[in-house]
């Protein structure tokens, strides 16, 4: 019931704050329940921890981002596509730790957070980098924000945030095992290269009649944009979740027998 309520107040606190829209407040809301519910505070602090340091980095140097929010399709306010897309491989994993009993769920499921926390830490600090990121299909400096394109600070963010949830698991667990740690830590991360892979070749992206930028957004200065590549159901929510399940999946073959 404590649960419950916490949980509550703080999708209740990601709305106000405009973390969070309505939808999303809704859907955060459900899958507190389900991993409350399934691991308790363990699992909600690691979770928490998570938006918590994903927030706080899209709040901070909101100045020196504004320039590529027009780029992406979606605003820094998180709907319920964004919340299941980041959360929702985690869900999965520890409803299976709870019929299975196996910990290997367990490890899963700080992978699949990891790997969520290591995008999205790469995409709020990425773009903070001086130089273009370079897109690694083209090879060639792109405008910030571009999926599938990288910089060298993109990517210390993207192995810190997924090595920042694999160590709180650990503090959370009351224990630490050296190889699970890193093989958490490095699952995450290949969680963010699968993502970064994806947005290069597959997700869906178009370019403004008007201002001839390229965008995620199907519709751009108020006109439809044209499809320059990728697949329609390739967005940044399909490519996220994928890439958390898979950092998560990914765990369960380093089962021993
Ligand atoms: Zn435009």
Redo the contacts with the bound molecule.
């Keep these: 019931m404590i649960i419950f309520l916490l949980v509550l107040l703080v999708c209740i606190g990601g709305w106000k704050t405009k973390n969070l829209s309505f939808s999303g407040a809704l859907s955060a809301l459900i899958m507190g329940c389900i991993i409350g519910y399934f691991y308790h505070w363990k699992g909600l602090l690691l979770l928490g921890a998570f938006f918590l340091s994903s927030s706080i980095w899209s709040k901070l140097f909101t100045g020196s981002k504004a320039e590529i929010e027009g780029r992406l399709a979606k605003s820094s306010v998180r709907d319920w596509q964004q919340v299941w897309a980041n959360g929702g491989p985690a869900a999965v994993f520890i409803i299976l730790y709870h019929f299975t009993g196996s910990e290997w769920c367990l490890y899963s499921f700080a992978a699949a957070i990891a790997a969520a926390n290591s995008d999205t830490w790469a995409s709020e600090i990425g773009p903070l980098s001086r130089k273009s990121p370079l897109s690694i299909r083209s090879f060639k400096r792109v405008e910030k924000g571009t999926s599938g394109a990288v910089s060298l600070l993109g990517t210390v963010a993207a192995l810190a945030g997924s090595v920042f949830i694999s160590l709180m698991f650990f503090i959370l667990q009351d224990s630490f095992h050296w190889s699970l740690f890193i093989l958490i830590s490095v699952a995450g991360f290949l969680g963010n290269v699968f993502d970064t892979v994806a947005g290069a070749y597959w997700q869906e992206e178009f370019t ?1 009649p ?2 001839n ?1 390229s ?1 995620e957004a199907a519709m ?2 108020g006109v439809p ?1 044209v499809k320059s590549k990728g697949y329609s159901w390739m967005n940044n929510e399909s490519v996220n979740f994928t890439s958390s399940f898979l950092a998560g999946a990914g765990i369960l073959l380093f089962i021993p027998g």
């Design positions: 403004c008007v201002c930028s965008t751009h200065c944009a």
